[in-house]
């Protein structure tokens, strides 16, 4: 009979894999890309230089980040069928559904589709992050009745996602904010979404499918959909002087607080640090003041009642509100930022690659006799 061995539920504490690419120190509220801080690179490293560091294992020189920029940019292109799904797509499907789906569509049409070898999968990492954010964009513009944008090839990877999607240039502290917002959504150890990616490409599976099971994890409200669920609470909310009543009514019921709590962070996210000055910078100049304050509210509410602190979910709402970006993107806006450790992950996998199978107890019964249906 079947050994029974003790089970960890949720694969809490577990060691599925070493990795060089990130580093998430939950005790000290540390989080670290190929031996970087990121607080030495939040505001200082462009996201295509974070891109470059996770995939390579270097920040890249003026040369190599010209050249990497403008392949990214230059991938910002979409097949017309893949154009065409988008616009055939429900006007009121989930934006990350309608993403997973393109997705997985776009691997029927790269030139590189079937193959897994090193050079072929470079080449299909920088069409993918490319056309992740080149899908969200597209999605956006066609559900607002916009025209299509294309890529200023003279400008940045992250400037561009911004100007195709919104279709208005960045300024000078929104391209600073959306690079930074990028870069620090960018890599996270093996969140569940990571996870499930490298499982698909530790059975020698292909990089589309194995993002295409990364987007299909990201989605949940307990991973990356509880940033949009931060701003239906602000929105439900509405005014600083009835978080109280709200936050307790939630916990009263059981219920979790969107963007709060982490599984393993136990003092503040370091991301949302970096997310709160972001969120300041940005909402203190305009009619998004309100939010600001209510965040600031539940913030200190949560934190009396439940010792818990926010995640890089909740603050990440503010800025992306303040970026003129509709809080049904939010995920998609994620997604875009972690296909660059999605990728890298993948590449790591590839590189020493064993097949992730692990096993289970048995609970069920043995030794039933079959019942022919005329007796059942
Ligand atoms: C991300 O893995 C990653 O790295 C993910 C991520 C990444 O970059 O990839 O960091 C991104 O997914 C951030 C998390 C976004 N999700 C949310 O904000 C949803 C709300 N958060 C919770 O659902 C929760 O905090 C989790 C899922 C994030 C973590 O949950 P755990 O580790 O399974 O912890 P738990 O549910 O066992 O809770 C432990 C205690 C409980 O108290 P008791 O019931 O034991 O008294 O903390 C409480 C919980 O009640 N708690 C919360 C809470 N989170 C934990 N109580 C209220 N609201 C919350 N948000």
Redesign the pocket.
């Known amino acids: 009979m079947s050994e029974q061995r003790q089970t960890v539920r949720?694969l809490?504490e577990v060691v599925a894999a070493d990795t060089r690419l990130s580093f998430?120190d939950g005790a000290n509220g540390k989080l670290y890309y190929r031996g970087y801080d990121i607080d030495e690179l939040a505001g200082r490293a462009s996201y295509a230089e974070t891109v470059y560091l996770l995939w390579y294992g270097e920040l890249p020189d003026a040369q190599e980040l010209e050249r990497f920029r403008a392949e990214l940019v230059g991938n910002m292109q979409l097949p017309t069928q893949v154009v065409e799904l988008l616009r055939l797509s429900p006007p009121n499907a989930n934006p990350m559904v309608v993403l997973r789906t393109a997705l997985s569509a776009l691997g029927m049409f790269d030139p590189d589709g079937g193959r897994n070898t090193e050079e072929a999968n470079d080449r299909k990492a920088k069409r993918i992050l490319a056309q992740v954010a080149c899908i969200v964009a597209s999605l956006h513009r066609i559900r607002s009745g916009a025209p299509l944008l294309s890529p200023d090839p003279r400008s940045g990877f992250a400037w561009n996602f911004l100007y195709i999607f919104r279709g208005r240039q960045p300024d000078e502290l929104e391209q600073r904010v959306i690079d930074s917002l990028l870069m620090l959504?960018a890599d996270?150890?093996?969140?569940?979404?990571?996870f499930a990616g490298r499982v698909v490409v530790s059975t020698q599976a292909g990089m589309h499918s194995a993002i295409s099971a990364s987007l299909a994890s990201l989605k949940g409200?307990?991973?990356?959909?509880?940033n949009r669920?931060?701003m239906e609470m602000l929105e439900e909310i509405e005014h600083p002087e009835h978080v109280e009543e709200y936050i307790e009514s939630?916990?009263s019921a059981?219920?979790?607080?969107?963007?709060?709590?982490?599984?393993?962070?136990k003092t503040e996210?370091p991301?949302s640090v970096h997310l709160r000055k972001y969120s300041e910078e940005l909402c203190a100049r305009g009619e998004l003041r309100c939010y600001l304050d209510l965040s600031h509210r539940i913030e200190k509410i949560?934190r009396e009642r439940?010792g818990?602190r926010p995640?890089?979910?909740?603050y990440s709402a503010t800025v992306q509100r303040a970026l003129g970006i509709p809080k049904e993107y939010y995920t998609c806006i994620f997604a875009v930022a972690?296909c660059a450790g999605w990728i890298a992950h993948c590449m790591e996998q590839f590189a020493d690659n064993r097949l992730i199978r692990p096993t289970s107890n048995y609970i069920g019964g043995f030794g039933r006799a079959f019942v022919p249906i005329e007796e059942r």
Do not use: C, W
Not at 188 to 194: F, I, K, R, V, Y
Not at 221 to 226: F, I, Q, T, V, W
Not at 311 to 314: C, L, R, T, W
């Open positions: 949720g809490q998430v959504h996270h150890g093996l969140a569940a979404s990571t409200p307990l991973h990356g959909g509880a669920a931060v939630m916990l059981g219920e979790r607080i969107m963007g709060f709590g982490h599984r393993i962070y996210d991301r949560v439940k818990i995640n890089v979910d909740f972690r």
